[in-house]
């Protein structure tokens, strides 16, 4: 009997894993007060659309941290076709583990990856891998509003428990030894234009799909594209860019 892997029947091939944009990426780097870091490290970094982006912009050496390998395959394919192959390095490994693995990080980033791993929990495990004085940009699924559907605050009950409000955000990040430098929130269309216009079309595909893992993935995923659809706004993808104490 053939097995599938869901994951890679929805995702495989996608330039961006999750809502971003290059625009919006160099926009946030923009934020931080240097143009130069030492060490850097892209944590959940998929397929790599930002890693690339960061690589380039920056010419240096960018550190990416996955767990799946075939979307660090795909990264690698990627970052030889923007002939900047010289400024990644791939890791397959759990980014609970940085801190046994690097030191000093001048720049850790990590787009839509940290929810995995929980936000304070993960902004905790980094801190002591981060330079003093370095930076953590993170961007995390966060409530915006008081305002909240309640299609879509059931639909994140059982899907996302754990998302906080930017203010909660934002003491836990105290709490963790970091300052908050900026925040900055990605627009809609950033979660459209080439993320869930893909994805949506995907999935109505795979719910047809013979195996039930698949099916059910396309499933949740139609239902998570239909929520943001009713969401009025109530929650972004906010990222916070910050400083180590
Ligand atoms: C929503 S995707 C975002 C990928 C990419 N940053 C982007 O915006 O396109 C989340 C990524 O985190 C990775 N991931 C999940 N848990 C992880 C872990 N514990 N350690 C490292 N990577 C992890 C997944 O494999 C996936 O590539």
Request: net charge negative.
């Amino acid at each position: 009997m053939n097995t599938f892997n869901p994951i890679d029947l929805l995702f495989s091939g996608m330039g961006k894993l999750g809502p971003g944009d290059n625009v919006h990426t160099l926009n946030v780097l923009k934020l931080l007060p240097r143009r130069h870091f030492g060490l850097i490290v892209d944590a959940g970094c998929g397929t790599g659309r930002q890693t690339i982006a960061l690589a380039t912009k920056l010419n240096t050496l960018v550190h990416a941290i996955d767990v799946h390998e075939p979307f660090l395959a795909d990264l690698i394919r990627r970052a030889k076709t923007a002939r900047i192959e010289h400024l990644v390095q791939v890791h397959c490994m759990d980014m609970k583990d940085i801190p046994d693995v690097f030191q000093r990080i001048d720049l850790l980033w990590s787009e839509g990856a940290a929810y995995n791993m929980g936000f304070s929990n993960a902004l905790i495990t980094w801190a002591p891998a981060i330079d003093p004085e370095g930076f953590v940009v993170v961007s995390e699924m966060s409530w915006v509003r008081e305002q909240i559907p309640d299609k879509v605050r059931e639909f994140f009950l059982s899907g996302y428990p754990g998302m906080q409000s930017i203010q909660q955000n934002l003491m836990a990040i105290e709490k963790a030894g970091y300052t908050i430098l900026a925040t900055y929130t990605l627009p809609r269309e950033a979660w459209v234009k080439g993320f869930y216009d893909i994805l949506g079309k995907r999935a109505k595909i795979l719910v047809s799909h013979p195996d039930p893992s698949v099916r059910s993935l396309a499933l949740e995923t139609i239902k998570e594209i239909d929520v943001f659809a009713h969401s009025e706004d109530s929650y972004g993808y906010v990222f916070y860019v910050l400083q180590r104490i």
